[in-house]
């Protein structure tokens, strides 16, 4: 089945493996984060990160490093 699906948000690693082998375009949270700031809505990478962490969401280091270099 065919549902002409541009992109996908998925954050877990087996997740994004899967749709990235059934021809899918990932991103994932950070990501998402990123474009809502690249269109002009207020948002504080570093605060959101934080945030993220302190809820217990696991982010790697070289996707914080990622993140806080595209969010300035």
Do not use: Y
């Amino acid at each position: 089945m065919n549902l002409d699906v541009p992109l996908v948000c998925i954050d877990e690693v087996v997740g994004r493996r899967v749709a990235r082998l059934s021809g899918l375009k990932v991103t994932g949270t950070v990501g998402v984060l990123l474009k809502a700031q690249q269109l002009g809505f207020a948002v504080s990478i570093p605060d959101a990160l934080r945030r993220m962490r302190e809820h217990g969401i696991w982010l790697s280091d070289k996707v914080v490093q990622f993140a806080l270099a595209q969010g300035q």
